[in-house]
């Protein structure tokens, strides 16, 4: 008779998301796709990156950076979940609320519903390294409840061992 080696379990499949917008359209499908993944027992980690960094901002704080460029980059591109915009369409607001109108009617989470959904579920929200570092970001800008800031290697490696990758 001979033994058998018990079976290993079966890895918990994984997704890893970059982030690189904080147009509405682009930063719903990344947090709708997200949560739905982390609801389906997926680990998922997402990487803000440039434009995409400033969906994590508190949507209070108004001005960051320490130098006027960046602190003007802010006023021009204001951030937090509260304050996206489309990215087509947009037509002076009056696109991003009409989407926002629709989006109440049929039901849709928010983006700061979504955000905090993800969080709940478990899903890691990793701030760009060098992206804190050009816009003058400090962690007391964002949410909390992030995990530490890492660079394009981290989310590399990340990504590397990922089953679905995608970029949005």
Sequence with gaps: ???EEPAAAPRQKRMAVVCWSSDLDRVWPTL???????????????FFTFWGLRVLQRNEKRLTGVNLKQKMESIVDRGGTDHLRLGKMHMGGAGTAMIKQLAKEYKVA???????????????????QMTMELYGFTKEDFIDGLQPPMGAAGF???AADADISLFI
Excluded: H, K
């Excluded at 519903?113 to 579920?121: E, K, Q, R, V, Y």
């Design 1 to 3: 008779m001979s033994m």
């Design 32 to 46: 709708i796709l997200s949560t739905t993944a982390a609801a389906s027992g997926l680990e998922v980690d997402v």
């Design 110 to 128: 928010t983006p700061s519903d979504l955000l905090g959904m993800a969080m709940d579920l478990g899903v890691r929200l990793y701030p760009c």
């Design 156 to 158: 590399i490696d990340m």
